[in-house]
């Protein structure tokens, strides 16, 4: 498996993770040379420019352009499966929309559609805009975990705080939502670190980076690298483990997992 990101820092946390990455622009990354070599490809394009808690410049922004690499990649690679992710803005979802239909022309069977990662036994919320395809099966939405949504306090394990948003609510900067640990988390985003845990007796503490990475459902002490401010955002910009597993399973289904 070869993963391909601009940063540094998510290459090198990857890296210390056991996998394989090379630091390029996906943009401009050569393809050629992996003509007839991929079986599958695992395409997540920045959401920054079209989050509603980024710029909204879409494909004006820095990054927005991004966008349009997992249909020249999969046309390019001709992968035998191929997975999708990003913010579900409705410029994202239309994209997606009709990227699909490129691909059915292809010879792919193509769903997509919504996600909501709690679904997934990830114990914070998270929506996801996902296309999946497949050149050999039918392929439809991911089964939904069993059991309902995982806890802050499963995850942790411990319980007896709330976890104080660093976002308002209803439009009120200063109206912070808190959720009690028997919930799942809010999103984490690049700012997840200053979400903070209250007490009753009134004590508080930033939610830590470890902490935040559990809550997207990695392992305790994911080897993260970088400074603070990139160790958060590399948490906000992952797709959790278990919502990955779940997506990517039905594809893979004992197949040799050559991906790139």
């Not at 210390?16 to 395409?43: M, N, Q, S």
């Not at 991911?142 to 394990?157: C, D, E, K, N, V």
């Not at 984490?188 to 009134?202: I, L």
Request: hydrophobic share 40%.
């Amino acid at each position: 498996m070869l993963g391909v990101d601009i940063s540094l820092d998510a290459c090198r946390t990857a890296m210390a993770a056991g996998h394989a990455r090379v630091v390029a622009d996906v943009a401009t990354f050569p393809l050629e040379p992996l003509v007839g070599r991929v079986e599958g490809a695992i395409l997540s394009p920045p959401c920054k420019d079209w989050s509603s808690t980024g710029t909204l410049a879409g494909y004006a922004g820095e990054t927005g352009h991004l966008l349009r690499e997992p249909l020249r990649w999969c046309l390019m690679l001709r992968p035998l499966w191929t997975a999708w992710e990003c913010t579900p803005n409705k410029p994202v979802r239309a994209r997606f929309a009709a990227d699909a239909e490129v691909l059915q022309r292809a010879g792919y069977d193509v769903w997509t559609g919504v996600l909501n990662a709690e679904d997934y036994g990830v114990p914070s919320t998270r929506k996801r805009a996902i296309l999946v395809a497949h050149r050999g099966r039918t392929v439809g939405p991911p089964t939904p975990t069993l059991g309902g949504p995982a806890s802050m306090a499963h995850a942790l394990g411990w319980d007896g705080a709330e976890l104080v948003s660093n976002y308002g609510t209803g439009g009120d900067a200063q109206r912070r939502g808190r959720r009690p640990m028997h919930m799942p988390a809010f999103t984490m985003t690049g700012k997840c670190g200053r979400n903070k845990w209250a007490w009753p007796d009134g004590t508080t503490r930033p939610l830590s980076i470890d902490e935040a990475a559990q809550l997207q459902s990695f392992r305790p002490n994911y080897p993260w690298h970088g400074g603070s401010t990139s160790q958060q955002q590399q948490v906000g910009d992952a797709v959790p483990p278990l919502l990955a597993a779940a997506i990517l399973r039905p594809l893979i289904n004992n197949e040799s997992s050559a991906a790139a």
